[in-house]
């Protein structure tokens, strides 16, 4: 079965992880990158309009052009989620600290912060991540990491993550 895939890239780095995944299932898949311009049109005279597109086109029209109709867009894709919890018998202050060494580790980029938590974005070999926490208490701190992404990189870095936590906090 043909899909046709657009994607929405805002960086160099981006349209070269999607280059790289191509080339990774170019033996698994026919994958053709179009040259020219891919535009989509509804309408309900598809005739008439690829009369009047052949007309603009020089040489042999017909082999320059393809049109698909597309009958439904592919459901999108849920992303995978995992949240680990915590309860670790250390200060807020000591726990924040050893979970920004445990995201420097994971070389993890700070996003933003909301009034509850801290969001940082992690990109792995596995693919990209999500990663919020939540770190609440005074003397005993609870620690909650909630893992948003797609294919592994979710069960990678909760397998990392929970790792790490687990050595930190005595379990």
Request: glycine fraction near 6%; hydrophobic fraction near 40%; aromatic fraction near 12%.
């Amino acid at each position: 079965m043909k899909y046709i895939v657009f994607v929405s890239y805002e960086t160099d780095a981006e349209r070269k992880r999607v280059d790289y995944l191509l080339d990774k299932w170019s033996g698994r898949a026919k994958i053709k990158k179009p040259r020219g311009m891919v535009f989509i049109i509804d309408t309900e005279e598809a005739n008439e309009f690829l009369e009047e597109l052949l007309s603009k086109l020089s040489g042999n029209a017909a082999e320059k052009v393809e049109i698909y109709k597309i009958e439904e867009a592919v459901k999108k894709v849920e992303a995978n989620v995992k949240t680990l919890h915590y309860t670790i018998l250390e200060d807020t202050r000591v726990v924040g600290k050893f979970v920004e060494y445990l995201l420097s580790k994971l070389n993890a980029t700070y996003s933003y912060s909301d009034a509850l938590a801290k969001v940082y974005e992690v990109y792995t070999r596995k693919g990209r991540a999500i990663i919020k926490i939540i770190i609440r208490g005074n003397e005993t701190s609870s620690v909650v990491f909630r893992i948003e992404g797609y294919g592994d990189a979710v069960g990678f870095l909760a397998e990392r993550i929970d790792e790490e936590m687990k050595l930190f906090a005595g379990d």
